[in-house]
């Protein structure tokens, strides 16, 4: 079972129809509810990752159904402003779902996998949080912090032949781009080498690679173009 939170994104969307073709899934959204309603190897569930207790009866819901689980953290939160006037609010919110969120619901599934000495953790980082952009301190920091934390992960539970890896991100065709201008999107396409914005199939792909090789663990694979 292939668990994709932040089923309800930009990314998340799209990567769905590549997913279905390895696994069922369970998509988690939030505050956004899919159009299409759950299908065969799809089931879409309301996760809210800032909300401790809704982890735990998330876990408790699918338990019968989690076999060889696949978790993948789409989900993401970003805000932002200049360091100097940035908010405690936002600083706190971006912490909360894109580390803690992330940290509490790998925690609530790995019993599981121990159990059955199969689990794949896949982190979604970001180039922002290697390079840093003005303007995203929390995002920046949080998206770091995931290299770290993925890498306990996989040292902790490699003996259990549970992997924890991060694909680093670089800019892609959906999803948090869109809520940038235009001239600010001119400036990043420049940036890119190829002068093209990534595609969600690549993510898909690497994702594939991960679920099927027990050996790739504790790493961190850009997806960037180069950028
Ligand atoms: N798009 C890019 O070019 C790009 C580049 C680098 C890295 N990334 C990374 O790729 C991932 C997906 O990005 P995206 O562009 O698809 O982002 P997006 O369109 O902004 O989607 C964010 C997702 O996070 C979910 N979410 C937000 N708050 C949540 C909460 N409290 N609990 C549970 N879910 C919550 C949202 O659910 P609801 O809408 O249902 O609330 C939504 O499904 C993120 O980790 C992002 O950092 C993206």
Redo the contacts with the bound molecule.
């Keep these: 079972m292939i668990i994709l939170?932040?089923?309800?994104?930009?990314?998340?969307k799209e990567i769905l129809q590549y997913l279905t073709g390895i696994d069922q899934v369970i998509g988690?959204?939030?505050?956004?509810v899919p159009k299409n309603q759950s299908e065969d190897k799809l089931f879409y569930d309301k996760?809210?990752?800032?909300d401790l207790q809704d982890i735990k009866s998330f876990v408790k819901r699918w338990e019968d159904k989690l076999s060889r689980v696949t978790l993948i953290h789409?989900?993401?939160?970003s805000a932002d402003a200049l360091a100097a006037n940035y908010k405690d609010s936002d600083w706190d919110q971006v912490m909360e779902?894109n580390l803690k969120?992330n940290f509490a619901l790998t925690r609530a599934l790995l019993p599981i996998m121990i159990q059955e000495r199969f689990g794949r953790i896949i982190h979604?980082s970001?180039v922002v949080g290697i390079q840093s952009r003005p303007g995203t301190i929390a995002y920046s920091t949080s998206?770091t912090g995931l290299l770290g934390m993925s890498r306990v992960f996989a040292k902790e539970n490699a003996r259990f032949n549970i992997t924890s890896n991060v694909l680093v991100?670089?800019?892609?065709e959906?999803?948090?781009?869109e809520t940038l201008g235009d001239e600010v999107k001119k400036g990043i396409l420049n940036q890119i080498p190829s002068k093209s914005f990534g595609k969600v199939s690549n993510i898909a792909n690497a994702i594939k690679f991960l679920i099927e090789s027990p050996y790739v663990n504790g790493a961190a694979i850009n997806i960037d173009g180069a950028i």
Excluded: E
């Excluded at 991100?169 to 892609?172: A, E, I, K, R, S």
């Excluded at 959906?174 to 781009?177: H, Q």
């Design positions: 939170t932040g089923a309800s994104g930009g990314i998340g988690t959204y939030n505050r956004t996760l809210n990752l800032k789409f989900a993401a939160s779902i969120g979604i970001s998206k991100l670089g800019y892609f959906v999803g948090l781009i």
